[in-house]
Nanobody
Framework: QVQFVESGGGLVQPGGSLRLSCAAS????????RGWYRQAPGKQRELVAR???????NYANSVKGRFTISRDNAKNTMYLQMNSVKPEDTAVYYC????????????WGPGTQVTVSS
């Protein structure tokens, strides 16, 4: 089974930038989309951004224009460039992939903590 490992989180000041990485181990087939998700304390996990097998993307309204999702197929790695971060972006960030039937293709990993604070 494929596994995803998130990295790149940390403490960043409001208005700053951070780049998260999601490395995949193992081969992935029949992918509908890969995505970044986040969960803040006391809240449910939510979608941040997705990149589809076609290369198209979509974003949560709260991050549109500030975050950019991308992938490097040669490295089997996905990225999330976070610019102009806000305190409300503070959360644990996770990555995963969806199959053609909408199923998750991997178990959820530990994620990477992003804290936006001055």
């Amino acid at each position: 089974q494929v596994q995803f490992v998130e990295s790149g989180g940390g403490l960043v000041q409001p208005g700053g930038s951070l780049r998260l990485s999601c490395a995949a181990s193992g081969s992935i087939f029949s992918i509908y989309a890969r995505g970044w998700y986040r969960q803040a304390p006391g809240k449910q996990r939510e979608l941040v951004a997705r990149i589809f097998s076609t290369g198209s993307t979509n974003y949560a309204n709260s991050v549109k224009g500030r975050f950019t999702i991308s992938r490097d197929n040669a490295k089997n790695t996905m990225y999330l460039q976070m610019n102009s971060v806000k305190p409300e972006d503070t959360a644990v960030y996770y990555c995963n992939a969806e199959g053609l039937g909408g199923e998750w293709l991997a178990s959820w990993g530990p994620g990477t903590q992003v804290t936006v604070s001055s």
